[in-house]
C-alpha cells in the first residue's frame, strides 16, 4: 500500500463527508450512516432524483462542494468504473464499491474490474462487490442494509470477504465490542492484509477478526500480522473453503496428505494468527481477548455450581489442552475448611448449592482457589434464569461480582461462562464486559476461546524471541517430469541427503551388481509409470544371495507385466538393505504458486495417507522449528525411545532436516517436489530409502 493510498484509507476510515452515488441502495445507505451517528456532511448523487434519504441530489460529482473523504458506490458496473476514474481525479480519499459485475461475472467481468483498478489510482477503494464498512467509533457507516452492533470506545475491527458473513456478525446477540466492520467484497485494490496492517496501528483496536476464503498476497499478510504481534493485537482467523494443489502434482502422497489448508495452518503459525473454525467461535474469541485480555499460560482455575458443569468443563478442557491444575493435599485441607461439607475439592470447583450467592463466603474461595491452583485465567460457569424468572437472579449477581472482584486482585483474564449460549442476557453481558469479564457463550466456545488466547500468548513469546526469516518467493508453475529413482537419489545425494549404496544394473547383470554391493539387498524396477512401485509388484526386500536376484528379477517382470504392461522395462536398482529404522517418515518439500516452498513431515511408508499424522512449514525453516514439528507428531514417542527402544537424536535429526529443505529451496527454479517415504529414522540421523522427485519442464 503506497503512503497515499494509506492517507486516503484514513479518510475513507473516518470521514468528514461522504458522497452516496445512486438509487436506492444509496438511499438505505444514507439512513444507516444517520443511524449510526454520522455527524459530518452527506452530499446525495443522483441526475434523475431530487432528493434522497432526505438529502437534496447533486446531478452529477463534479457538483459536489469538494472532493469527498468517502463515497458510496451504488451504480452499474460500467458507470462505476467512469465514476471512480472521475473521483480520482477530483482527489476523493475513498470509495466503497457496493456495485456487484465484475471479476465475479466472468471474463467480460474481469476486464471491468482491471479497469476499475487502473481508475483508483492511489484511492482506497473497498470492494467492488461488497457491503462496505462501518467504523463504530466514528459513527461513519457506508452499508446498504440494517445493522446492529455496540462499542464503548474500544473493542473488536473485523474483515470480512463474505458480505452476508459481516451482516450476521453485527446482528449477532454476543455483545462483542465492535470497532470496525469491513466486508472486503473483491478486494480488487485493498486486500483484507491491507486493512491489517492498518488496524493493527489503531489504539482502540484490541484484536482483529478475518474471514478468510483466500489470500491476494501471502507475503504481505505475514507482514501485516507480524505488525499486529508486535503490536500486541491478537489477529482471529476464520478460514473457509479448500483447494486441491495442482494436478500435477497429485501422483505424490504429499498432494492429498498436506494440501491447501495446512499450508494456511503453517501461514497462521509462521505469523501468530489465532485460527477458529466457526462463525461463532471467532466471536467468543474476540470477546475474550478484547474483553478479559491474554492469559500468560493456559492454566485454569475452574468455578461451577453444579458437578455436571464442572464434569463438562474437566472433559472438554482435556481435549483442547487446557490444563486446571488439581491442588496439594495442604490446599486441599485449606479450601475444604471453607466450603461446605457436601463439596468435593478439585478443580474445576463446584463450591455448591449451600453457599451459593452468598459473596461473603464464596468470595473467598474463589480468590484462594485462583490463588493456590497459580492459574493464568478464571472461568465462573453461569446460566441465568429468563426474564420474567429472575427472582434468583440476585445471587447470580452476588457470584459473578465476587468472583471478578477475585480476578482482578489477581490480574488475570476472567470469564463467565453459560453452559448454553442463549443463558446469558443482555443485561448480564454489558455489565460483566464493564467489570472487565468476558462474558461467554457456550462452553465448548467459552474453553476454545481460552486456549486459543493461550495459544497467542505463546506464539508471541516465540515469534518475539525469533522471527521467521521472510518467506520464499513462490516459482511460476509450470509443466512437470518425473525424475526415476536412480537419477532422484543421485540428486539427493547433491542435496547433501544421505541414500543407500546403490548402482543400476540391466536385469541379466542385477546379480552380480548385489554381490558387489553386499548382501542383503532391495531390487527395485526402474521406469516412468513406476512411481509407486509397491503396487506394481516392482520392489522386493531382504534379498541374501545372487540366486535370490535372479529368481526376484524374473517375479518383478512377471508381476510388472500383469498390473501394467506398457510400465515394463529392462532397468533395475540394486540397493544395500538399509538397517532397520526406530521411525519412519515422510518428508517432502514442493513449490505451491501462492505460499512458495513448503516442506511437510509426517507417519511415513503405508501410514502416510493411513492416518494423516503429518504437519506442514513453510520455507525457510530452521532445526528448531522442524523439531518443534516433529515432536507435535504422533510418532514423536517412537523418537523418544518407545518401550525400552533407543532414543533419536532429535535435534541433530531436525538439522539435518533443515539443511535439506533449505538446499532443496536453492533450487526452486528447478525441482518443484521432492518426497522421500520412507526416511528412515536412526538413532543418528536418517536415510532416503525411497524417492519421488519432479522437476520443473524448461520452456
Keep these: 500500500m503506497t503512503p497515499a493510498r ?9 470521514p468528514r463527508h461522504i458522497a452516496f452515488v445512486g438509487g436506492r441502495d444509496a438511499e438505505v445507505a444514507i439512513k444507516e450512516a444517520e443511524r449510526r451517528g454520522f455527524r459530518g456532511a452527506i452530499w446525495a448523487v443522483n441526475p434523475r432524483r431530487d432528493a434522497l434519504g432526505g438529502h437534496p441530489c447533486h446531478r452529477a460529482l463534479a457538483d459536489l462542494p469538494e472532493a469527498p473523504d468517502a463515497v458510496f458506490l451504488a451504480v452499474p458496473a460500467p458507470a462505476a468504473v467512469e465514476a471512480v476514474a472521475e473521483l480520482a481525479r477530483m482527489g476523493a480519499g475513498g470509495i466503497v464499491c457496493y456495485t456487484a459485475g465484475f471479476r465475479e461475472a466472468g471474463a467480460a467481468g474481469a476486464d471491468l474490474e482491471r479497469r476499475l483498478i487502473e481508475a483508483a489510482g492511489d484511492m482506497a477503494l473497498i470492494g467492488p462487490n461488497c457491503y462496505g464498512l462501518i467504523n463504530y467509533l466514528d459513527g461513519a457507516a457506508l452499508w446498504p442494509f440494517a445493522h446492529g452492533g455496540t462499542c464503548p470506545g474500544w473493542g473488536a475491527a473485523i474483515i470480512t470477504q463474505s458480505g452476508m ?3 450476521d456478525i453485527t446482528m449477532a446477540q454476543r455483545s ?13 485494490v485493498l486486500t483484507i492484509e491491507d486493512f491489517v496492517d492498518h488496524l493493527a496501528d489503531h489504539p482502540a483496536v484490541r484484536a482483529i477478526g478475518i474471514h478468510i476464503e483466500g489470500l491476494r498476497d501471502v507475503q504481505a499478510f505475514e507482514a501485516a500480522c507480524l505488525k499486529a504481534l508486535d503490536r500486541g493485537v491478537p489477529v482471529v482467523a476464520l478460514k473457509t473453503g479448500s483447494s486441491r494443489i495442482g ?40 470477546k475474550f481477548l478484547c474483553v478479559a485480555g491474554v492469559p500468560g499460560g493456559n492454566r485454569v482455575a475452574g468455578f461451577t455450581c453444579s458437578g455436571g458443569g464442572a464434569t463438562m468443563l474437566a472433559d472438554h478442557a482435556e481435549i483442547i489442552g487446557l490444563d486446571f491444575p488439581g491442588f496439594d ?60 424468572l429472575d427472582e434468583s437472579k440476585v445471587y447470580y449477581l452476588n457470584d459473578a461480582i465476587a468472583f471478578s472482584e477475585a480476578a482482578r486482585r489477581h490480574g488475570i483474564p476472567a470469564a463467565i461462562c453459560a453452559t448454553l449460549p442463549e443463558n446469558l442476557d443482555a443485561g ?41 526469516q521472510p518467506l520464499l518467493p513462490a516459482v511460476a508453475r509450470r509443466d512437470v517430469r518425473m525424475i526415476e529413482e536412480a537419477e532422484g537419489k543421485a540428486r539427493l545425494r547433491t542435496l547433501g541427503m544421505t541414500v543407500p549404496e546403490g548402482r543400476t544394473a540391466a536385469g541379466d547383470m542385477a546379480s552380480a551388481v548385489a554381490v558387489e554391493v553386499g548382501f542383503p539387498v532391495v531390487l527395485k524396477m526402474m521406469g516412468p509409470r513406476l512411481a509407486h512401485k509397491s503396487e506394481a509388484g516392482a520392489v522386493a526386500l531382504g534379498l541374501e544371495s545372487a540366486e535370490r536376484v535372479t529368481q526376484a528379477v524374473a517375479e518383478m517382470r ?25 521411525a519412519e517418515l515422510i518428508l517432502s518439500v514442493r513449490s505451491d504458486p501462492q505460499f512458495g516452498l513448503a516442506l511437510t513431515l509426517g507417519s511415513g511408508g503405508v501410514l502416510a495417507e493411513l492416518i494423516g499424522d503429518s504437519v506442514t512449514l513453510l520455507l525457510p525453516v530452521t532445526a528448531r522449528e522442524v523439531e518443534a514439528g516433529l515432536r507435535g507428531l504422533k510418532l514423536a514417542h517412537l523418537l523418544d525411545g518407545y518401550r525400552g527402544a533407543k532414543a533419536v537424536n532429535v535435534g541433530r535429526l531436525a538439522a539435518q532436516i533443515a539443511d535439506f529443505a533449505q538446499a532443496v529451496g536453492a533450487r526452486a527454479g528447478e525441482l518443484a517436489e521432492v518426497e522421500i517415504n520412507p526416511f528412515f529414522v536412526h538413532e543418528e540421523g536418517g536415510v ?3 524417492v519421488l522427485l519432479h522437476e520443473w519442464i524448461a520452456t
Design 428 to 468: 448480564t453481558r454489558e455489565m460483566l464486559i464493564a467489570r472487565g469479564v468476558a462474558p461467554m457463550q457456550g462452553i465448548d466456545e467459552s474453553l476454545n476461546a481460552m486456549a486459543a488466547a493461550a495459544r497467542w500468548s505463546a506464539m508471541n513469546a516465540r515469534l518475539s524471541m525469533a522471527r521467521p
Design 247 to 286: 494436478a500435477s502434482l497429485t501422483v505424490s502422497h504429499t498432494g492429498s496428505l498436506s494440501g491447501a489448508d495446512d499450508l494456511h495452518n503453517a501461514l497462521f503459525d509462521r505469523c501468530g494468527v489465532i485460527r477458529v473454525k466457526n462463525p461463532s467461535e471467532l466471536l467468543e474469541t474476540l
Design 329 to 388: 493435599a495442604s490446599a486441599r485441607d485449606e479450601l475444604a475448611a471453607m466450603l461446605p461439607p457436601i463439596a468435593t475439592v478439585s478443580n474445576p470447583l463446584d463450591y455448591t448449592t449451600p453457599i451459593w450467592g452468598q459473596p461473603e463466603t464464596t468470595g473467598p474461595v474463589f480468590d484462594r482457589a485462583i490463588a493456590l491452583s497459580k492459574a493464568d485465567a478464571a472461568v465462573l460457569v453461569q446460566d441465568y434464569p429468563a426474564d420474567g
Design 558 to 582: 512377471a508381476a510388472v507385466s500383469a498390473c501394467d504392461p506398457a510400465a515394463l522395462t529392462d532397468r533395475f536398482l540394486v540397493e544395500k538393505m538399509a538397517a532397520k529404522p526406530v
Design 6 to 14: 494509506r492517507a486516503n484509507l484514513t479518510r475513507l476510515l473516518s
Design 688 to 690: 532416503a530409502v525411497d
Design 165 to 167: 458473513l459481516s451482516s
Design 176 to 188: 462483542l465490542p465492535l470497532t470496525h466492520m469491513i466486508s472486503g467484497g473483491n478486494q480488487s
